[in-house]
């Protein structure tokens, strides 16, 4: 199960920025379905943005207006980024990324990066802001601001700029385990049976804001410690035993 964001105050979060801090490079991945286009309010996937922005914080999210996907990043000197040429036009679950090598800052969607890229200037420091899942809390958690309408799921946090391969990889619906896990900082499935949502990759557990009410997760193929795998759909977990063929490359790309 995912959860359900009412473009409101129903988001997770964290009192920290999640294993991110004075990060090299940075990929943020998220799965997202919107529940209506063009609302009144700009919809945040995800963000670490101060009420003062400042070094080592970013922001995801869809433009209210025109659906435009948006990416944000602030470092030493300050912020960058804004639309990326990408727009949602239905309200079917969609693959996001926010990727960052140290000089440009993208955005992508489903695996198609954005016709506009930032070129971007010093590091990116240690935020002192709170992480957000499903909204841009401004600081605190005790208010939402751009807050998602819609279902959110399978976060994930990398201190890497992850390749078009791989984000491919994770638009197929492929788990960040799965997909550079050396870099993987923090991920958050968002089964929604438990609070806090737990981290099972860096023990960031995220707040539950409100009690967001959970929704049907996307389908999502999670690594097993036995013969096969871990095939998730909205209907619920699936195992599929693996073929003697079947391996997981060093990237995390499934062959058969």
């Not at 943005?49 to 470092?75: C, H, K, M, S, Y």
């Not at 807050?147 to 946090?157: C, P, T, V």
């Not at 539950?208 to 959970?214: E, F, K, M, Q, S």
């Not at 795998?229 to 990237?251: H, K, N, Q």
């Amino acid at each position: 199960m995912a959860r359900t964001g009412d473009g409101d105050n129903d988001y997770l979060w964290n009192t920290g920025n999640c294993g991110i801090s004075n990060a090299t490079a940075l990929t943020i991945h998220i799965w997202g379905k919107a529940s209506s286009l063009t609302p009144s309010d700009n919809r945040a996937l995800s963000a670490n943005w101060g009420a003062t922005p400042a070094t080592g914080e970013f922001l995801l999210r869809l433009q209210n207006a025109a659906d435009d996907v948006q990416a944000f990043i602030f470092t030493s000197v300050t912020s960058y980024g804004g639309n990326v040429g990408k727009t949602v036009t239905d309200t079917n679950w969609h693959s996001y990324a926010l990727v960052w090598d140290g000089s440009e800052l993208s955005g992508w969607l489903d695996a198609s990066k954005g016709g506009t890229t930032f070129t971007t200037a010093g590091t990116f420091g240690n935020s002192s802001s709170d992480t957000a899942v499903g909204a841009d809390i401004r600081d605190t958690g005790a208010s939402g601001n751009s807050a998602w309408e819609g279902d959110y799921a399978e976060a994930a946090f990398y201190t890497a700029t992850l390749t078009q391969e791989e984000l491919t990889t994770l638009s197929l619906g492929y788990s960040p385990l799965l997909v550079r896990p050396s870099s993987l900082v923090a991920y958050w499935p968002i089964i929604g049976r438990t609070s806090p949502e737990i981290d099972i990759v860096g023990g960031f557990g995220m707040t539950l804001n409100n009690a967001p009410p959970t929704a049907d997760h996307p389908s999502v193929i999670y690594p097993s410690t036995n013969t096969g795998l871990w095939i998730s759909p909205p209907s619920g977990a699936v195992y599929v035993p693996r073929p003697a063929a079947m391996s997981v490359s060093s990237l995390g790309v499934i062959t058969v």
